[in-house]
């Protein structure tokens, strides 16, 4: 390569980073204010992707310009009153945009971009939209993931969460879904489902812990930027700080979860050493801080199990009896089936195994436990400890019957062997 | 933006019950009127109930008229309002709102509005 075209490639090289630095930065706050005034979602993005495009091709002829957020959002905003004057309809979203020509040139002569992505993610997580659609609809117009990206994640075919990705964001614009944080009377129950749909987005990444398919890798990291953005736009939602810490906790632990050959690790037999104190010691904090605001919540009181199980590594113990009684106050809250297994295994790790099998035979009648690996996991544990080896051995290959992860199978299969010795 | 709210109701339990009509009528014309109080009602009916409905179509050239509701269902529409609200967490608002939403359904529907440029 001669110098002329070694310099072409490093101009190349400097407009890209530039603009995926932007992209990077910028994406969700672009989205947020374009959508927020034309109401149409995938308009904005179809937008914000022609004026990346363009900006690979001039930065590198003109060199990158001193705001890339404002020139992005110029050109953005000149290809949606383009698609407007296509479509041939849509008065009030033209004049939307006129005013928003207005008010980017007040804003660009002071500060930057107002920052509206709080009010995007409140859109996404409308009553009016599908539970299953809010999360993946927050991943792609806050981050913007792609529609396969977030298709492996949650194990559904690329073309179907396509389409439903489309569906989601013509409704969001057909039934004039209002981009706005709600009012407070209306506020708590509203962001409890945007807290619902990050923590639904780190479940998803979770279950991978090794982030052994590379797709899917990360997508515990982008709910934890999630939770970051919630937390640094409302600081006063103790939820929100109490999501952040619990997903902290959990992710201290990922590189714990497994065994170098990738077999599933319980959380009593895990390399301690393994934590990431750092994560630890920012999720206390944030548990800390929410709870001083005085109002328990669900994700405070997970988050505080979380903490009980990493304060083994001071007391170099666990703590059962503290974390049976935790889990008794998140049963109390959610009345939740799932909350009372957990609860019955604390208790019987507590030594009070009699009393854990009966809250077990409490919920044994509940149809959501019916196949949920961990009821019967925990059945098994239970029976154990109070010496029933037969029933133990039946509960354990019910469990494994019904567990899709396959290390996780091999370790109950290794249990089962045990009881069966 | 403008909405429909149509207001879904079973037919059976009101007809065998005709206190309960006029338990509701004072209710309906106060929510009619906060409706026009507040600027945002377009229009708005009570239908005749399903039994004295007439199902029309045309197959093949042919006009073929059927006695009866297009479809039996458990509760059927029996009224609606047509209101402006500027996005669908008023119309919700209003909807919710509406006597008819405590024992019946109130489906909330945008207009597909028609305007050319």
Redesign the interface.
């Known amino acids: 390569m001669g110098d002329a075209g070694k310099l072409m490639a490093d101009t190349l090289a400097i407009a890209r980073a530039a603009a995926e630095a932007a992209a990077r930065h910028s994406y969700g706050k672009l989205i947020a204010f374009l959508a927020a005034r034309t109401r149409d979602v995938a308009g904005a993005e179809d937008a914000l992707a022609d004026a990346f495009a363009a900006a690979l091709e001039r930065w590198q002829v003109e060199g990158v310009p001193a705001r890339p957020e404002a020139w992005l959002l110029t050109v953005a905003r000149r290809r949606s009153i383009d698609q407007m004057r296509r479509r041939?309809?849509?008065?009030a979203a033209?004049d939307h945009l006129r005013l928003m020509a207005e008010e980017i040139e007040a804003k660009d002569a002071n500060e930057g971009l107002p920052d509206e992505r709080l009010r995007l993610m409140f859109t996404c997580a409308?009553p009016?939209i599908d539970a299953g659609m809010r999360a993946p609809l927050m991943l792609q117009t806050i981050l913007g993931l792609d529609a396969a990206t977030i298709a492996s994640a949650f194990l559904v075919p690329p073309a179907t969460m396509g389409q439903r990705l489309v569906r989601a964001k013509s409704r969001i614009r057909?039934?004039?879904?209002?981009f706005?944080v709600?009012e407070r009377e209306e506020l708590d129950g509203r962001l409890d489902a945007v807290l619902e749909a990050i923590y639904a987005a780190y479940a998803e990444g979770w279950t991978d812990p090794n982030g052994s398919e590379s797709r899917r890798r990360g997508l515990a990291d982008e709910a934890i930027w999630l939770g970051r953005l919630v937390v640094s736009l409302m600081p006063q939602e103790p939820e929100a700080l109490g999501l952040l810490a619990l997903m902290l906790f959990a992710d201290s632990r990922r590189h714990a979860r497994r065994s170098p050959c990738g077999d599933f690790v319980p959380l009593a037999e895990q390399d301690i050493a393994l934590w990431d104190t750092a994560m630890i010691a920012e999720a206390e904090t944030l548990l800390g801080k929410a709870a001083g605001m005085g109002k328990v919540g669900r994700y405070q009181l997970e988050a505080a199990i979380q903490s009980a199980h990493a304060a083994r590594l001071d007391l170099g113990a666990t703590d059962w009896t503290a974390i049976a009684s935790l889990y008794a106050a998140l049963g109390a809250l959610t009345h939740s089936p799932v909350v009372a297994v957990n609860h019955a295994v604390a208790a019987a790790l507590a030594g009070r195994a009699d009393e854990a099998l009966r809250m077990l035979d409490q919920v044994a009648d509940d149809p959501r436990l019916a196949e949920y690996q961990p009821y019967w996991a925990a059945r098994a544990e239970v029976l154990e400890r109070l010496g029933d080896r037969a029933a133990a051995a039946a509960a354990c290959h019910r469990a494994i019957g019904l567990e899709p992860d396959p290390a996780m199978r091999r370790f109950l299969q290794a249990k089962l062997a045990t009881l069966e010795a | 933006m403008r909405y429909m709210l149509l207001i879904y109701a079973n037919e059976a339990a009101v007809q065998g019950n005709p206190d309960k009509v006029k338990d509701v009528s004072p209710a309906y014309i106060a929510y009619t009127n906060a409706m026009r109080d507040a600027g945002i009602l377009l229009g708005g009916e009570p239908l005749q109930p399903t039994a004295y409905a007439t199902t029309v179509r045309s197959r093949s050239g042919k006009t073929e008229v059927l006695e009866g509701p297009y479809a039996e269902t458990r509760e059927q529409l029996a009224g609606y309002y047509m209101i402006e609200a500027p996005d669908l967490d008023a119309a919700i608002g209003w909807a919710a709102r509406c006597p008819g939403a405590e024992n019946g359904t109130i489906e909330v529907r945008p207009l597909w509005e028609m305007r050319a440029s």
Not at chain 1, 88 to 91: A, D, F, P, R
Not at chain 1, 174 to 178: E, K, L, T
């Open positions: 041939q309809t849509g008065i033209e409308h009016a057909q039934a004039g879904i209002p706005r709600p």
